[in-house]
């Protein structure tokens, strides 16, 4: 049973550049939710898709946008690359409706230089 | 806005010592997880506590709530090395919603 997946691993980009992330849940899985997880601090929510539309949202700038797929997957697109971006992207997904943890997957590791 | 803090965010403590970590949040939540974080690594789901007076344990940590006072412990027993990690808390306003993190507890166990 695959866990959740995210692609790729690593990435560097430059300034003002656009990146995707992608993410695949674990099976049975419906909801995927994205976290930023800068340097030393805890994950920060960016949003949270179910049923292929954004259904909540951190505070994050209009630049972080995402997309949920018929088959549950995800992508998480950040334009106009900022310094600030470096993080490590957490995807994770849980069941609608039911009383269980988010399951996480390895995280995309960004670098922006 | 939700607010949750941890404490103590550096801990250093000899293997067979016992500890508390914890984790106080500020508005109403029944719904608190405790994940553990390896250097460079991904979130490992430790235990999910969803109700007050909740407790549950795994080897050598136990996790309790008391949604009354907004706050959750992880107690460590005997530590051994293998437990040196970061610890986050995690908090859950409603089923289904964000979680808002701690700061995160950083754990040496020194042999």
């Known amino acids: 049973d695959a866990g959740v997946t995210q692609s790729p691993t690593h990435l560097i980009k430059t300034r003002g550049q656009q990146v995707t992330l992608r993410c695949s849940p674990k099976?049975?899985?419906?909801?995927v939710s994205w976290y930023q997880q800068a340097l030393g601090q805890g994950p920060q929510f960016i949003f949270q898709?179910?049923?292929?539309?954004?259904?909540q949202r951190g505070n994050f700038p209009d630049r972080f946008s995402g997309h949920q797929f018929p088959n549950y997957s995800s992508e998480l697109n950040v334009n106009a690359l900022l310094l600030g971006d470096s993080a490590l992207y957490l995807c994770?997904?849980?069941?609608?409706?039911?009383?269980?943890?988010?399951?996480f997957g390895n995280g995309t590791r960004l670098t922006v230089t | 806005e939700l607010k949750v803090e941890q404490n103590p965010l550096f801990l250093s403590m000899q293997e067979g010592k016992n500890y508390t970590i914890y984790c106080n949040y500020s508005t109403t939540s029944d719904r608190l997880y405790w994940y553990r974080q390896d250097p460079g690594k991904s979130l490992e789901s430790l235990f999910v506590?969803?109700?007050?007076?909740a407790v549950k344990q795994e080897g050598r940590l136990m996790a309790s709530l008391d949604t009354k006072a907004r706050l959750s412990t992880l107690h460590i027993t005997a530590a051994v090395h293998d437990l040196s990690a970061t610890y986050f808390c995690?908090?859950?306003?409603?089923?289904?919603?964000?979680?808002?993190f701690g700061e995160g507890t950083q754990l040496t166990v020194n042999p």
């Open positions: 898709y179910y049923e292929e539309e954004e259904r």
């Open positions: 994770a997904s849980s069941l609608a409706g039911y009383n269980s943890p988010l399951h």
């Open positions: 099976s049975g899985h419906d909801t």
């Open positions: 506590l969803l109700s007050n007076g």
């Open positions: 995690a908090v859950e306003e409603t089923s289904g919603s964000r979680l808002t």
